[in-house]
C-alpha cells in the first residue's frame, strides 16, 4: 500500500514500513525503513536543524540551517554539500559535476508488468511509486521508482533519467538504490568465493572506512554474488533485525557500505561505476537495474523466505 499525506510518503508491506518526505528545499529525506507502524505526519521522524556542523556546507543562503552531509536522503549527487557515497555522478554540459535534484510531481500506478528491457519484477497487485526530481539547472529528470509488493514484504526501486536539455550529458555512476540509516550497530554480509567454492558467507563490523562488494568481471560472477544484508545489533538465523539487499542484474554490480562522521550509515548498490561511462543525447533516458530491499525484525531466516516467495512469484514463474 502506497499512502501519500502533504509531502509525506509511506509504503506499507505485510509486516515493514518504508518512509520519506519532500523537505522544505525540495529534497528527499529518508524518514524510516523497518517493522510496520502508523503513521499519520512526519513529525518526530525528522531530524531538526538550528545550523549546519562547523565545518560542513550549507545548501544555500536561503537554508543556512542544514548540510546535505547531514540527513538521510533517498538519492544523492556531488556538489551541494553530501560528501558521502554518491548514487549519481553525471557529467554536465559545461564538463561540472554538480547535480542538485529536487522534487517536481509523483504518480501511483497500480500493477507492474515484464518489462522488454532489462530483466525484473512484476505482478498484476503491485503499487508502483513514481516520483519525478529535477535539475533545473542542467535541464535533467530524474525518476525514482519504488514498488511495492505487500505479501512478500519487499519493496524494490530503480530510476531513470533523461536528458531534456539540447547538449549532451555523460552518466559516471548510476545506482539503482541508496538507503541512509540513523546511527546504530551495523554488520555487513556478502557473499564470496571462486569456482566450485561459491557464496561463502562473510560478516564484517561497520566502522569508519567503506565496506565493498562488487564484481568487474563482466558478470555478477561467482567472486562477489550482488545480494548482501545488513543486521543491526544481535541478529541471527531467527532473532533480531537484519536487511536484504539483491541486484537484479548480471552484469558488473557494485554495494557500497559508509558511515559518515555523525554516524549515519549509507548503503547504495548498482551498476559497478569502474569502467563505466553512457552518454545521453537530447531526450535520451536511461533506465537503472532493479533492485530489491526487504526487511525482517525476527532474523535472517524470514528475510530470506520472504526473498524467495518474491523470485518464485515475481521473477521467475
Known amino acids: 500500500m502506497i499512502t501519500i499525506k502533504d509531502k509525506l510518503f509511506v509504503l506499507d508491506t505485510d509486516k515493514t ?15 524510516y525503513y523497518g517493522r510496520k507502524i502508523h503513521l499519520d505526519s512526519e513529525d518526530g521522524l525528522y531530524e531538526q536543524w538550528e545550523f549546519a556542523p562547523g565545518n560542513s556546507s550549507v545548501y544555500d543562503e536561503d537554508n543556512k540551517y542544514f548540510s546535505l552531509e547531514d540527513i538521510k536522503l533517498e538519492i544523492s549527487a556531488p556538489g551541494k554539500g553530501d560528501i558521502r557515497e554518491p548514487a549519481l555522478e553525471l557529467v554536465n554540459p ?18 507492474k508488468k515484464r518489462d522488454e528491457g532489462l530483466p525484473g ?13 529535477k ?22 526501486r530503480s530510476c531513470v533519467i533523461t536528458n ?7 552518466i559516471k555512476r548510476i545506482m539503482s538504490l541508496q538507503l541512509d540509516f540513523d546511527p546504530g550497530d551495523y554488520s555487513f554480509t556478502t557473499f564470496n568465493g571462486a569456482w566450485t567454492r561459491e557464496m561463502g558467507k562473510n560478516i564484517q563490523k561497520v566502522g569508519a572506512s567503506k565496506l565493498v562488494n562488487s564484481s568487474s568481471t563482466g558478470a555478477s560472477s561467482n567472486r562477489s554474488n550482488p545480494f548482501v544484508m545488513l543486521g543491526k545489533g544481535i541478529y541471527d538465523e531467527d532473532f533480531g533485525e537484519v536487511y536484504g539487499i539483491n541486484l537484479v542484474y548480471s ?40 533492485a530489491v530491499m526487504t526487511y525482517s525484525a525476527s532474523g535472517c531466516n524470514t528475510m530470506s523466505h520472504g526473498m524467495h516467495d518474491f523470485v518464485n512469484s515475481h521473477i521467475v514463474s
Open 17 to 31: 514500513t518504508y518512509a520519506f518526505r519532500v523537505m522544505p528545499s525540495g529534497h528527499l529525506e529518508h524518514l
Open 94 to 111: 559545461d564538463g561540472s559535476f554538480t547535480s542538485d535534484f529536487t522534487y517536481e510531481r509523483h504518480e501511483i500506478i497500480t500493477g
Open 121 to 133: 519484477s512484476y505482478g498484476e497487485d503491485a503499487n508502483v511509486l513514481k516520483v519525478y526530481l
Open 135 to 156: 535539475d533545473n539547472e542542467n535541464s535533467i529528470t530524474l525518476m525514482l521508482v519504488y514498488t511495492v509488493f505487500e505479501e512478500c514484504d519487499v519493496i524494490t
Open 164 to 170: 531534456e536539455g539540447e547538449d549532451d550529458i555523460s
Open 251 to 290: 552484469g558488473n554490480h557494485y554495494t557500497c557500505v559508509e558511515n559518515n562522521p555523525y554516524g549515519k550509515l549509507r548503503l547504495v548498490t548498482g551498476i559497478n561505476p569502474q569502467g563505466f561511462t553512457w552518454k545521453l543525447q537530447k531526450g535520451e533516458s536511461f533506465t537503472s537495474p532493479e
